[in-house]
């Protein structure tokens, strides 16, 4: 049976979708959440052309067993923070089974069907299993969450989610998550220039990236075109975005909700970012933030790092 904890209803994701296209945005949330963006993540991820997704599931397999060496004894729960679809969380889990250990899997998403693909696939295994579909960028559903399941607790946050928000400011609320007895592993996408580009604008994740946009109805090039650029926080040399947007061709009006949107031709409407880091920049949004590195972990070809930590003390 399915057992989901609803912070995040669909109502109001009908509700932040119609103010953010109002405001010219479109948030991380909104790409999983239509059925062609997740269709489009899907195949994203099992083509083997994202390379990121590669590379982090490529560092979980290979390092599963270390991470849940360094685990306390006894019961726990693993809370993955942007879920997904929970394929790399069940290499964790397995590898937790393996070792005669029944952890708690506590998948959490804002997108109901990547939740529920989590869940099921996690059924089998006879895990004790409870999705909570949640808004991670939201302080008070991170709390609900860290409140109602006991410690010690793996918290996960992979694929680079860290990137998608502020990165040094979300690492300084997974630090104050953490009870002194819990581990996060979070993982982060090493910065290399056009290298970085061209692993997001080609064909196949354009079509992914898209896909809210064609959830509202709209086409491209007919209706306008995405664009990619990289660009350095000021704050922080080494941490890099890539960031995203649209360009309407023409003017558009869009219905969403029952309510229209207009959006004039050559407006710029800002999309979800992603965050890059120079190496020793990861390492210190993390050790800034108060997290206590445990373990850091490299992809074979340098590009992607993995990191376990604690708070630190």
């Known amino acids: 049976m399915l057992t989901t904890r609803v912070l995040l209803t669909e109502d109001r994701l009908a509700q932040d979708l119609l103010a953010a296209l109002e405001r010219r945005e479109l948030p991380e949330k909104f790409f999983y959440w239509f059925p062609t963006s997740v269709r489009a993540w899907l195949n994203l991820c099992g083509d083997g052309a994202y390379?990121?997704?590669?590379?982090?599931?490529?560092?979980?397999q290979a390092h599963a067993a270390a991470i849940v060496a360094h685990l306390p004894?006894?019961?726990?729960?693993?809370v993955s923070l942007g879920a997904g679809q929970g394929d790399k969380d069940r290499l964790v889990l397995e590898q937790m089974r393996a070792s005669g250990r029944r952890p708690c899997y506590v998948?959490?998403?804002?997108?109901q069907s990547l939740l529920e693909m989590a869940c099921a696939a996690a059924g089998p295994t006879g895990l004790d299993t409870q999705g909570v579909k949640a808004d991670v960028a939201e302080a008070g559903h991170l709390a609900a969450i860290g409140d109602a399941w006991p410690h010690p607790r793996l918290w996960l946050m992979l694929g680079g989610t860290?990137?998608?928000?502020?990165?040094?400011?979300?690492?300084?609320?997974?630090?104050r998550l953490l009870a002194p007895d819990d581990l996060l592993v979070v993982d982060g996408e090493i910065f290399s220039g056009a290298g970085t580009l061209a692993g997001y604008d080609n064909p196949l994740n354009r079509q992914f990236?898209?896909?809210?946009?064609?959830?509202?109805?709209?086409?491209e090039p007919v209706d306008g075109v995405l664009r990619?650029?990289?660009?350095?926080?000021?704050?922080?040399?080494?941490?890099?975005?890539?960031?995203k947007h649209f360009l309407p061709a023409r003017d558009l009006t869009l219905q969403v909700a029952g309510e229209t949107v207009r959006w004039r031709e050559g407006e710029r409407v800002e999309m979800n970012w992603s965050?890059?880091?120079?190496?020793?920049?990861?390492?210190?949004?993390?050790?800034?933030a108060g997290l206590a590195p445990v373990a850091q972990y490299a992809s074979v070809d340098d590009r992607f790092v993995m990191a376990l930590v604690r708070a630190a003390t």
Do not use: H
């Open 107 to 111: 998948p959490v998403d804002a997108s």
């Open 73 to 78: 004894e006894g019961d726990i729960t693993v």
């Open 275 to 288: 965050g890059k880091y120079a190496r020793e920049t990861f390492a210190a949004v993390l050790t800034g």
């Open 209 to 219: 990236a898209f896909g809210p946009l064609r959830g509202v109805g709209l086409v």
């Open 228 to 243: 990619f650029e990289t660009v350095e926080d000021e704050r922080w040399p080494g941490l890099f975005r890539l960031r």
């Open 51 to 60: 390379r990121n997704y590669v590379r982090s599931r490529g560092l979980v």
């Open 162 to 175: 860290l990137g998608a928000f502020d990165a040094p400011e979300y690492a300084r609320v997974l630090a």
